[in-house]
């Protein structure tokens, strides 16, 4: 932090600049600093007004979320907002960019706010599982009433400056010039001897005695269950009906229940588990124009993200008719994009201009990354490789996006290996933000370093993954979904499954994964598939509703049926006789299974295979993993991944289960991973083990 506060002077007003890059965090230090300049600005008589201003990029992003998990430092946000308020000097914040959280907190605890037009206000701090904890419960309703401060608080989303400035939060927009214009509009503040305008002495605007009864009955159900949003509502509650202190205290004590809750420290690891830093990024090489090859839903996708994001690419196909429908599907997207205000008109068309279409293979020539997602078929993937590696430029990286096959075979056909890597986006992949980056053998630092750069330009996750089948999220998913097909031939029902598993917060029960997904699929990937566990109980219920041509949705029946007039899903009687006549023919034993059975065996299963990838070294830490299931499979972020949430229910106890599930199912899929027996043994979580190692 650099404090330049008290240096900073034009004429009669001080200029207080937040500056801890790289988003002004209101650290520890910070807080020190502004206090600090607080008391020595208002007993200056040379000073008449105050300025707060963010160095960089932004205004000031939050509270220091690494603060959270050690004992808090005086002074503390709240008390040190309360004591802004009540300078006896007029103080103007001058907000631009990120003013997020106790961001936004310290400019309403300012007298007078002004904005660039780049300002993003709000309250993310739910996405923390978090409330604002400095005051803004109490401070900005009295600006922008209860249904906008409800809204901002309870969804995280921020508002530009028109929202800003339509709401009353801010007085100004200045243009050009934030410093100045803010410099020039303290002095005619103080010139004009206007007041102190403490937001926290505006009187609270009225409520009916029901409103926050409805507010907590508009929160989503999975939104109600969590610590958070039910807090905003009563930190609110709290602000109508008690003195300003008492609220600012009721807010305090509702923040720290949250901040020391599971769920919050879930969200703490994922927000920063997120934003592991890339490796090499000095060495990523510039990538301009793109292409990728095979126009499906997947290729199209690809292509989406990256002509919204800058990068040329063409679109290449064999077919005319496919490239024609990949085309459209790309155009269409783009524009259902800016009706929805995600893009501005005229970003639309420049990305719609940036893709083109071609039927010739040798139009990748010119491409500076490649990336392939034709046939899931090992024979044809090495073909596309052989020839891209005769046609592309050298030094251009060949990306497979295969989900399942071997990188180091793929990339052995391109003659280049050290050119070729995996980049496993997930579908829709305008949408998912998920991508795992497949190290091959022989993968090259720069091209990895440029998987990663193009990644994150893209607007997407990367999380390093090393090759082996189904990479990390797919192989875990195998044994996820083993559990689930053992326990539909056992006897639950596929809805029993889904509902158990949605209960437990996955984004989808996993039989209506593979309805929407498609069951031929992965039909098609497991016959292929060599190391496929030889158990015909294995897969065994989806298998057999791919032989019968119940691909799922797009058949209008699979695990369900999806024959009303709105194609919506519903138990199919049909499929209970189905697979119990199965599992007769297999000799499993049909039986009635408890929901605390089918999230247990799935749940666990995960567990179990996430910590034999983490000792085989194909994913780098157990937050890699988390990352890749939360953002990949709609595991619950409140459960902070897999691996996180074994470290929630404690390892010893997690161990336990499986050598029950041993007992009852047999070692052959539940025994447990050498790691988890070692650190359960040392009392230790997956956490300590990272942290071990990252020395
Ligand atoms: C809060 O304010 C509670 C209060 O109500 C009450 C308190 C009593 N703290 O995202 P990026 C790091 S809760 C610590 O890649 P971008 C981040 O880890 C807070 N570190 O950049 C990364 O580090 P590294 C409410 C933070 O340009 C680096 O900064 N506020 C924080 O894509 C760059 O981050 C929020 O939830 C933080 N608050 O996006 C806002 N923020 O380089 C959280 C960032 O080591 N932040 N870092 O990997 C954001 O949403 C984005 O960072 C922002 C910039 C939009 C600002």
């Given at each position: 932090m650099n404090a330049r506060a008290a240096a900073e002077r034009d004429g009669d007003v001080a200029v207080f600049t937040f500056d801890n890059p790289p988003v002004n965090a209101l650290s520890h230090p910070v807080r020190v600093a502004l206090l600090a300049a607080i008391e020595a600005l208002e007993a200056d008589a040379g000073v008449r007004a105050i300025v707060l201003l963010g160095a960089g990029r932004n205004f000031i992003a939050g509270a220091d979320v690494r603060e959270f998990d050690r004992p808090p430092l005086e002074p503390l946000l709240p008390g040190l907002l309360s004591r802004l308020e009540a300078c006896g000097k007029p103080v103007v914040a001058a907000l631009h960019g990120a003013t997020l959280g106790g961001g936004a907190e310290t400019a309403l605890a300012s007298h007078y706010r002004c904005a660039a037009g780049d300002l993003q206000f709000g309250f993310p701090e739910v996405n923390l599982g978090l409330l604002p904890g400095a005051g803004g419960t109490v401070r900005l309703p009295r600006i922008a009433g209860w249904q906008a401060a409800f809204e901002m608080m309870t969804s995280g989303k921020p508002i530009g400056i028109d929202a800003a400035i339509g709401l009353g939060i801010v007085d100004r927009h200045i243009d050009a010039e934030l410093r100045a214009g803010a410099i020039a509009w303290a002095r005619e503040i103080a010139a004009s001897r206007m007041?102190?305008?403490?937001?926290?002495?505006l009187p609270i605007p009225p409520s009916r005695p029901s409103q926050f009864e409805e507010f907590l009955r508009a929160l989503p159900a999975a939104a109600r269950r969590l610590p958070a949003p039910p807090r905003i509502v009563e930190a609110l509650a709290s602000a109508a009906m008690l003195p300003v202190d008492a609220a600012l205290a009721r807010a305090r004590t509702l923040f720290l229940e949250c901040v020391n809750s599971t769920e919050s420290r879930a969200f703490r690891h994922l927000f920063f588990a997120e934003r592991g830093a890339a490796p090499d990024r000095d060495l990523a090489r510039p990538v301009n124009q793109a292409a990728v090859l095979g126009a499906g839903t997947m290729g199209s996708g690809i292509a989406i993200s990256l002509a919204s994001s800058g990068i040329r690419v063409t679109l290449v196909e064999t077919k005319d008719e496919a490239l024609e429908t990949g085309l459209n599907r790309v155009h269409a997207a783009i524009t259902a994009a800016a009706r929805k205000g995600r893009l501005s008109a005229e970003a639309a068309a420049a990305a719609r201009e940036r893709v083109r279409g071609a039927l010739e293979f040798e139009a990748v020539s010119g491409a500076d990354l490649v990336i392939e997602a034709v046939f899931e078929n090992l024979a044809v993937k090495k073909e596309v490789f052989a020839q891209l590696g005769a046609l592309c430029l050298p030094g251009a990286v060949l990306a497979t996006n295969t989900s399942t096959l071997d990188v180091d075979a793929i990339a052995a056909a391109s003659g280049r290996p050290a050119d070729v890597v995996g980049m496993h986006f997930f579908s829709p992949a305008n949408v998912m933000r998920l991508v795992e980056i497949v190290r091959g053998r022989q993968s090259s630092r720069e091209a990895i370093a440029t998987a990663f750069a193009v990644t994150k330009r893209i607007g997407k996750i990367g999380v390093p993954v090393g090759n082996g089948f189904g990479f990390v999220g797919n192989r875990m998913l195998y044994a996820y979904g083993r559990e689930k097909e053992l326990m539909l031939l056992e006897g639950a029902k596929p809805e029993s499954i889904d509902k158990a598993l949605q209960d437990f917060g996955?984004?989808?029960?996993p039989n209506a994964v593979g309805d929407l997904a498609g069951l031929d699929i992965g039909f098609q990937v497991r016959r292929e598939w060599a190391g496929r566990p030889d158990d015909p109980r294995f897969y065994r219920v989806s298998d057999m509703l791919a032989e019968l041509g119940r691909f799922g949705q797009k058949t209008g029946r699979g695990f369900y049926r999806y024959d009303g007039p709105n194609g919506e899903r519903t138990a199919d009687p049909e499929i209970v006789d189905l697979i119990r006549g199965e599992a007769e023919r297999l000799k499993v034993k049909q039986r009635n299974i408890q929901s605390a059975e089918i999230i247990g065996r799935c749940v666990l299963a995960l567990i179990n295979e996430g910590a034999r990838i983490l000792e085989e070294g194909i994913a780098a830490s157990p937050a890699d993993i988390d990352v890749i299931w939360c953002n990949g499979y709609g595991f619950p972020r409140h459960r902070g991944g897999p691996m996180f949430h074994a470290d929630t229910l404690g390892l010893a106890a997690v161990l336990e289960s499986i050598r029950g599930y041993a007992k009852v199912h047999g070692e052959r899929y539940w025994t447990p991973a050498p790691l988890l027996v070692t650190l359960a043994g040392a009392n230790k979580r997956f956490a300590d083990w990272q942290a071990e190692r990252s020395g």
């Open positions: 007041p102190p305008r403490r937001v926290s002495e996955m984004a989808m029960g």
